[in-house]
Nanobody
Framework: QVQLVESGGGSVQDGNSLRLSCEAI????????VGWFRQAPGKEREFVAA????????SYADSVKGRFTISKDPKNTAVYLQMNSLKSEDTAVYYC??????????????????WGQGTQVTVSS
């Protein structure tokens, strides 16, 4: 059973960048699709990005397309979310999630079995 640990959150100003990391503990991501989700105050959690088990296929929410990049490290022990050109509306708690899935990925949080504890991202103007 994999455990997920996020890191890399923080407070930045509009237009700056952050890189979030999601580390796999107790297993690797070899057979997992991994997604990033976020929840802003007073709002429901929403899909941000996902990557399939091999890292060859990715998907993004329209609101972050062209600004965020999801990737996996070659050893498949971590997934990253590079966030560029950050905006105040990106302020949220960011969660990584994983599911055993050898094809594709999901955009629906209900399909993910394993979740990290979340990391806060705050973007100020």
């Amino acid at each position: 059973q994999v455990q997920l640990v996020e890191s890399g959150g923080g407070s930045v100003q509009d237009g700056n960048s952050l890189r979030l990391s999601c580390e796999a503990i107790g297993d690797t991501f070899n057979a997992y699709a991994v997604g990033w989700f976020r929840q802003a105050p007073g709002k429901e959690r929403e899909f941000v990005a996902a990557i399939n088990w091999s890292g060859a296929s990715t998907s993004y929410a329209d609101s972050v397309k062209g600004r965020f990049t999801i990737s996996k490290d070659p050893k498949n022990t971590a997934v990253y979310l590079q966030m560029n050109s950050l905006k105040s509306e990106d302020t949220a708690v960011y969660y990584c999630a994983a599911e055993v899935r050898t094809f594709g990925y999901a955009r629906d949080e209900g399909e993910y079995e394993y979740w990290g504890q979340g990391t806060q991202v705050t973007v100020s103007s």
